[in-house]
């Protein structure tokens, strides 16, 4: 099993460009979820899903949006980049939700900065 | 709503001596509670969870937790610590009745040779 695994590792963006950060479990992990890391802020729950075609906001969601079309991938897009963006952004996926299945899987972190 | 609290920003600790890393937690139904450490440029790998049952909880590496429900706390423990042990560890929270998790600020471990 390759796990969690995300693209690109680095990326660098102009202010108002769009991208997608690519996030893919090989697991067949029902929860996925994409956090943000940034100095002083631990972690932030940006969006997450329980299941292909269901998913929901999180914590910090504006600025960015997902969808689950399949089981195994769910991607991070960010509609028009701003400075605030720029942070390292993680994805996560877990069996399922129940207290014996929610531990959470990360992948390796994708590096952002907007210019 | 759910919040977590590390208080420490780091812990200095000497090889060999037990370390404490603290969690204090606030949610409204039942506790899910987690940590996980994260070493440099990687992504965070889990400890130990406590869902429900015994209150000391034990994890990867020789770490342990102990969850206290009157203090609301779920302080990281490891009775003797290894240079290797420096990282940096947060704590998580998730209500029973939700799907959000809610991530600490993170603590640094250094542990010193």
């Known amino acids: 099993n390759a796990g969690v695994t995300q693209t690109p590792k680095f990326q660098v963006l102009k202010t108002g460009q769009s991208m997608t950060l690519q996030c893919a479990q090989d697991m067949n992990h029902e929860y996925m979820s994409w956090y943000r890391q940034d100095p002083g802020m631990g972690l932030r729950l940006i969006h997450y899903s329980v299941g292909a075609g269901i998913t929901d906001q999180g914590e910090v969601p504006n600025g960015y949006n997902v969808s689950r079309s399949t089981t195994e991938d769910f991607p991070l897009r960010l509609l028009s980049a701003a400075p605030s963006q720029t942070s390292v952004y993680f994805c996560?996926?877990?069996?399922?939700?129940?207290?014996?299945?929610?531990?959470?899987?990360f992948g390796p972190g994708t590096r952002l900065t907007v210019l | 709503a759910q919040s977590v609290a590390q208080p420490e920003d780091q812990v200095n600790v000497a090889e060999g001596n037990p370390l404490t890393v603290k969690c204090t937690y606030s949610?409204?139904?039942?506790?899910?509670l987690f940590w996980y450490v994260q070493y440099p440029n990687r992504g965070l790998q889990f400890l130990l969870k406590y869902i429900t049952g015994d209150n000391l909880v034990k994890g990867s590496y020789g770490f342990e937790a102990e969850f206290n429900k009157s203090q609301t706390s779920f302080h990281l423990k490891k009775p003797s610590a290894l240079v290797s042990d420096s990282a940096l560890y947060f704590c998580a929270v998730r209500d029973g009745g939700t799907y959000k998790y809610i991530f600490g600020t993170g603590t640094r471990l250094k542990v010193l040779a």
């Open positions: 996560a996926s877990s069996q399922g939700t129940s207290g014996y299945t929610d531990t959470q899987y």
């Open positions: 949610v409204s139904g039942n506790p899910y």
